[in-house]
């Protein structure tokens, strides 16, 4: 599985920003499409998830300003930011998750930045 991201930039603290991630190759059984972000110094953290069946989860942080969605057709997952804050500023990771009874297989994006300035 190759996820590639993109979207990433500068923005104004209040702007806005869409995050895509285009995933490729055998990307059959992938139950989980998700993002992740690390700041310097901080380890990385889940920021929202969003299953095949369309269910959706977000860390407390970004609740009510980011909203993630997916394209089937396309194999492709979208992070909307509104409302960014400094504190959002990161690198931003694109996660695929199979779960599998052998066990959880994760492959991860490239990374893109995101700076929100003040």
């Known amino acids: 599985v190759q996820l590639v991201e993109s979207g990433g930039g500068l923005v104004q603290a209040g702007g806005s920003l869409r995050l895509s991630c285009a995933a490729s190759g055998s990307i059959f059984s992938i139950n989980v499409m998700a993002w992740y972000r690390q700041a310097p110094g901080k380890q990385r953290e889940l920021v929202a998830a969003i299953t095949n069946g369309g269910t959706t989860t977000y860390t407390d942080s970004v609740k009510g300003r980011f909203t993630i969605s997916r394209d089937n057709a396309k194999n492709t997952v979208y992070l909307q930011m509104n409302s960014l804050k400094p504190e959002d500023t990161a690198v931003y990771y694109c996660?695929?998750?199979?779960?599998?009874?052998?066990?959880?297989?994760?492959?991860w994006g490239q990374g893109t930045q995101v700076t929100v300035s003040s």
């Open positions: 996660n695929a998750r199979r779960v599998l009874a052998a066990g959880l297989y994760d492959y």
